[in-house]
């Protein structure tokens, strides 16, 4: 029996805690009304925050409470093209611009949306990291579904009644820009969690890993790992329906005008 893995030790918390004390707090939809749900609320951008250990940016944005005497501050991810000053509108009855989140089912197909809900008032799950967005693809009325074309470019059915803000979140092509140097990744992980810098399970000795030891650092067997594998055993490609490298992409064939 080996040690107790880097995999198993996550789950405990611990050193893996993520590092909240200096983030702004949960960027998230209003909560789901009778005002958002018949009809529209307006609201004003106060300011574009950063939020550390989000590559989004987000937009801080205050809403009279439709109910009370009282303003209401909201954090929204912010879309691109966002700014102080911006009235947003919440709701049904919302016009159709950047910024402004309403349900899906009032949506034109083909629709660029960002921070889906997945189930109908849970305040946004899919499309909300930087640069992201989900396409609308097409409604089923009679079901009351839609369904939305994922970042990942996996097709989802959702709830027509599901909030969305449109546009693409903010702080787009952050990936694009090399880290350089080890600093830089220090600091950006350091905002983050305790998963920098990340040793190789093979430059491990076999106590500490099941890819460890050998003359040359090789992992020695099937890097495949079954789903029910116990953990300490569960490392590498799990369940992997394939592996190897992703050949042939899609062709795109330049028609002539004899063949149209």
Same mark, same amino acid.
């Given at each position: 029996?080996?040690?107790?893995?880097?995999?198993?030790?996550?789950?405990?918390?611990? @050193?893996?805690?993520?590092?909240?004390?200096?983030?702004?707090?949960?960027?998230?939809?209003?909560?789901?009304?009778?005002?958002?749900?018949?009809?529209?609320?307006?609201?004003?951008?106060?300011?574009?925050?950063?939020?550390?250990?989000?590559?989004?940016?987000?937009?801080?944005?205050?809403?009279?409470d439709p109910y009370r005497f009282r303003v209401k501050k909201e954090l929204f991810i912010a879309a691109e093209g966002m700014y102080s000053g911006q009235f947003v509108y919440c709701g049904k009855k919302a016009q159709l611009s950047v910024g402004n989140v309403l349900p899906v089912s009032v949506l034109?197909?083909?629709?660029?949306?960002?921070?889906?809900?997945?189930?109908?008032?849970?305040?946004?799950?899919?499309?909300?990291?930087?640069?992201?967005?989900?396409?609308?693809?097409?409604?089923?009325?009679?079901?009351?579904?839609?369904?939305?074309?994922?970042?990942?470019?996996?097709?989802?059915?959702?709830?027509?009644?599901?909030?969305?803000?449109?546009?693409?979140?903010?702080?787009?092509?952050?990936?694009?820009?090399?880290?350089?140097?080890?600093?830089?990744?220090?600091?950006?992980?350091?905002?983050?969690?305790?998963?920098?810098?990340?040793?190789?399970?093979?430059?491990?000795?076999?106590?500490?890993?099941?890819?460890?030891?050998?003359?040359?650092?090789? @992992?020695?067997?099937?890097?495949?790992?079954?789903?029910?594998?116990?953990?300490?055993?569960?490392?590498?490609?799990?369940?992997?329906?394939?592996?190897?490298?992703?050949?042939?992409?899609?062709?795109?064939?330049?028609?002539?005008?004899?063949?149209?």
């Amino acid at each position: 029996m080996g040690r107790v893995i880097r995999g198993q030790r996550k789950g405990k918390g611990g @050193i893996f805690k993520s590092r909240t004390f200096h983030r702004k707090g949960a960027a998230q939809h209003r909560s789901l009304d009778f005002a958002e749900r018949k009809g529209y609320l307006k609201g004003v951008v106060k300011n574009i925050i950063h939020d550390p250990g989000r590559g989004a940016p987000l937009a801080e944005v205050q809403f009279r409470d439709p109910y009370r005497f009282r303003v209401k501050k909201e954090l929204f991810i912010a879309a691109e093209g966002m700014y102080s000053g911006q009235f947003v509108y919440c709701g049904k009855k919302a016009q159709l611009s950047v910024g402004n989140v309403l349900p899906v089912s009032v949506l034109p197909e083909g629709t660029i949306i960002c921070n889906v809900e997945n189930k109908t008032g849970d305040r946004g799950a899919f499309a909300r990291t930087s640069g992201n967005y989900a396409t609308l693809i097409n409604h089923d009325t009679d079901k009351g579904k839609s369904r939305i074309k994922l970042p990942s470019g996996a097709k989802k059915v959702i709830s027509s009644n599901a909030r969305a803000m449109i546009g693409i979140v903010a702080g787009g092509g952050r990936i694009d820009k090399p880290m350089l140097k080890a600093g830089n990744a220090y600091w950006k992980y350091k905002a983050k969690r305790n998963a920098w810098p990340r040793v190789r399970g093979v430059a491990m000795n076999p106590v500490d890993h099941p890819h460890g030891g050998g003359n040359h650092q090789h @992992i020695g067997h099937a890097s495949t790992v079954r789903r029910d594998a116990p953990p300490g055993q569960k490392v590498g490609l799990i369940a992997a329906r394939r592996t190897g490298r992703i050949t042939g992409g899609k062709k795109t064939v330049a028609h002539t005008q004899e063949q149209l």
